[in-house]
């Protein structure tokens, strides 16, 4: 019953407490063919060979300590100038182990910003997983070389009694896992990832209302139309269907004729918005834009679009990624711009727009092979006269028609 909407996640629910119950059962299966002693002895060199493959990756990386920091966007009442999101990363290769120390950080603000231990400590290592090589063991053993340092009080941090810590898995958290992807930028490349967008921007907002089509039945739920992008990292441009720092690709996006046949609503338009994206050598992704409405009543919508006032950054020379932004169309088709954070009653005739963020570029941009180039504006991501402007590379339409090749 603690669920949003418990009728429409039982299932889920249920598909969970099965799936936990057939694991239980292949445990013992596994226990009752093996022995225990077996089954715990592989657990133990399971773990020991995480450690030696972290060890082995963290041996590979320049020594130092190197600091970033970031900020999550002012929220009125509660962090009126933003929160800053500050680590610092100490690389050890001799003793294949890192030490992630974020207790430079503010202390707690009132209202559910603040990260829990579990969070904060989770996050700081994930930065660091994300920099190491890919076949490396998220387990136990490698968690060992990566050591946290964490505050009492802080904000990212072990929040104090009674501290609200309501959103810890997004917002301030994203921040903290993009401080991570970034401070290894500051070793110069290859190493390093820029920032990519935040979490909760209108376009996976949380709406509700009374069916008209249902006898005015009650509605609920997050909708998935459209999420912001990754950030550049050597050799790869931004994920488009990034989501967040929390979830890395893991969302998928609505179908929109799903949601249509759920909700009272229209999704009129969703797309890529050209010209969003960070430009770099490798490009962050660009932003996802989209309007939808809701038919026949008003419908009330709660977001929380950070990277609204503080977008994406670009690292080592790449150029920040296009922020978020709100906003409502009236029935009369005048536009209104809307806070970051809100909870909009949209009315009967009206519409909400959203733009959600660009990831933000990795490298210098004049240094992007045209070729790359050529492909961002044949997919329509990049205009012609930007591929000029920012890259330095002039196209012209080719042979085939609705598409360019790069001038002589």
């Known amino acids: 019953m603690r669920n949003r909407v418990p009728e429409l996640w039982l299932g889920d629910v249920r598909a969970q407490i099965g799936a936990c119950r057939t694991g239980e059962k292949r445990i013992a299966e596994l226990v009752g063919k093996y022995g225990r002693d077996v089954v715990m002895d592989f657990v133990e060199d399971w773990f020991d060979y995480g450690a030696r493959c972290a060890k082995a990756a963290i041996a590979k990386l320049p020594a130092g300590t190197y600091t970033y920091e970031t900020r999550h966007d002012p929220v009125p009442g509660v962090a009126d100038d933003g929160i800053p999101v500050k680590i610092t990363v100490t ?9 992630v120390d974020a207790r430079d950080n503010i202390d707690n603000v009132p209202g559910g910003l603040n990260l829990s231990e579990n ?3 989770g996050s700081c290592r994930i930065g660091v997983f994300n920099n190491l090589d890919e076949s490396v063991p998220h387990n136990e053993g490698a968690k060992s070389q990566i050591k946290v340092l964490l505050r009492d009080g802080s904000v990212v941090g072990k929040p104090a009694p009674q501290v609200g810590t309501s959103v810890a898995t997004t917002n301030v958290n994203d921040r903290l896992m993009m401080a991570g992807n970034c401070v290894f930028s500051e070793m110069g ?5 820029a920032e990519g967008g935040s979490h909760l921007p209108a376009g996976i907002g949380v709406i509700s209302g009374r069916d008209p089509f249902k006898g005015g039945r009650s509605y609920v739920n997050q909708i998935f139309v459209g999420y912001a992008g990754g950030g550049a990292r050597s050799g790869y441009d931004g994920w488009l269907t990034y989501c967040g720092p929390a979830n890395a690709g893991l969302i998928q996006l609505d179908s929109v004729e799903v949601d249509e046949s ?7 338009s969703r797309g ?4 969003s994206q960070g430009f770099g050598e490798f490009e962050g992704a660009p932003a996802v834009g989209g309007t939808f409405y809701p038919l ?3 419908m009330t919508i709660v977001y929380a679009a950070d990277g609204t006032t503080f977008p994406p950054k670009g690292v080592l020379g790449g150029k920040n990624g296009g922020a978020s932004a709100s906003w409502k169309v009236t029935s009369s ?9 809100a909870e909009a009653m949209i009315e009967n005739g009206s519409k909400i727009a959203f733009k959600a963020c660009g990831g933000g570029g990795y490298g210098n941009p004049l240094d992007r092979d045209p070729r790359r180039v050529l492909e ?18 002039a196209v012209r339409p080719s042979s085939h028609p609705g598409l360019f090749e790069v001038e002589p």
Request: hydrophobic letters at 40%.
């Open 376 to 393: 961002s504006v044949n997919r329509g991501w990049l205009s012609p006269e930007k591929a000029k402007e920012a890259y330095g590379v």
């Open 91 to 99: 690389v050890d290769p001799q003793a294949g182990e890192i030490v």
């Open 296 to 298: 026949d009543h008003d």
């Open 119 to 121: 969070t904060a400590t």
């Open 333 to 341: 088709y005048e536009e209104v711009s809307l806070p970051a954070f």
């Open 262 to 268: 759920m909700y009272p609503i229209v999704i009129e």
């Open 189 to 193: 490349a290859p190493y390093g990832q």
């Open 272 to 275: 890529v918005i050209a010209d």
